[in-house]
């Protein structure tokens, strides 16, 4: 009973959000179209994210050794990220303090989604090397893309309002990731009304977190009434329920840049 009251909450949320998508046509300048189009998904995120993760709009993400990264539609980040720059809603976030990026297409199509893919690849790439360690602490670790990391790994999302035929995506996907290493592919593809695209095991089709080696991609067809809002919010608490970081290092970002100068010492 739960699960079809959750699955009706979802529907009608779905049907909301293409009500809305169908509002922003009438937008006479593509920009303004795509930035509410992004702001649809970061408010459904932000309902279904766990209460230590948030999601940003139209922020750059840089690392302490001064890596950018390219503008993200969306920012899963943890909300003790210090606010750097929050100009006009504009964001700059430090790496370690980031958890996933959400990439949000009006139609998404091969060269959309070679677009996504590159700018996911690139920020996951950028180094988080700037923590504090706790000293008593048991050090923790997170398995994912096939290695063990220190920290938690960046996750990129891909959500479509609409596309190609959902096996042509896939297969634009496949030829993509095929000469990458897991740790550059996506999570996973959303489009609404069709279904996603997840990595799963080939032999028993059970569905994995994130994609490691020898992992198939799945395409999964939603199911009509319940468009892929579900699958979505589940995946998510999945995917971030027990996402962390350790305390952040802003001494590294503030690089050679001098603090003061001393001019007197008192000896006690």
Same mark, same amino acid.
């Given at each position: ?131 504090? @360690? =706790?000293?008593?602490?048991? /050090? ?5 893309? %096939? ?5 938690? !790994?960046?996750? &990129? ?24 290493? @897991? =740790?550059?592919?996506?999570? /996973? ?5 069709? %279904? ?5 095991? !080939?032999?028993? &089709? ?24 579900? @699958? ?32 007197k010492q008192w000896t006690i």
């Amino acid at each position: 009973m739960a699960q079809q009251k959750l699955g009706s909450i979802l529907s009608s949320v779905a049907k909301r959000m293409r009500a809305d998508f169908e509002q922003s046509r009438n937008f006479h300048h593509n920009g303004e179209a795509g930035t509410s189009r992004e702001v649809l998904i970061r408010e459904f995120l932000s309902g279904y994210l766990p209460a230590h993760v948030e999601a940003v709009h139209n922020a750059e993400v840089i690392s302490a050794q001064g890596a950018v990264s390219p503008q993200c539609d969306i920012v899963l980040i943890d909300r003790g990220t210090p606010p750097f720059t929050s100009l006009g809603g504009y964001r700059i976030v430090p790496n370690e303090c980031v958890y996933g990026m959400v990439e949000v297409k009006t139609k998404l199509d091969g060269a959309q989604l070679v677009d996504a893919c590159n700018k996911i690849s690139k920020l996951r790439g950028l180094p988080k090397t700037s923590y504090r @360690p =706790i000293p008593g602490t048991i /050090s923790r670790s997170t398995k994912a893309y %096939g290695k063990t990391y220190d920290h938690f !790994p960046t996750s &990129g999302i891909i959500v479509a309002f609409d596309s190609l035929n959902l096996e042509t995506i896939g297969r634009h996907l496949t030829d993509w990731c095929r000469t990458r290493n @897991p =740790i550059e592919w996506p999570d /996973s593809v959303w489009v609404a009304g069709k %279904g996603h695209l997840q990595w799963g095991d !080939p032999r028993t &089709g059970s569905l994995f977190r994130s994609p490691a080696p020898g992992a198939s991609l799945l395409q999964i067809d939603a199911v009509p009434e319940q468009d892929i809002l579900l @699958p979505l919010a589940l995946h998510l608490n999945i995917h971030f329920s027990d996402a962390w970081m350790n305390p952040l290092d802003l001494v590294p970002y503030s690089g050679a840049t001098p603090l003061g100068t001393i001019v007197k010492q008192w000896t006690i």
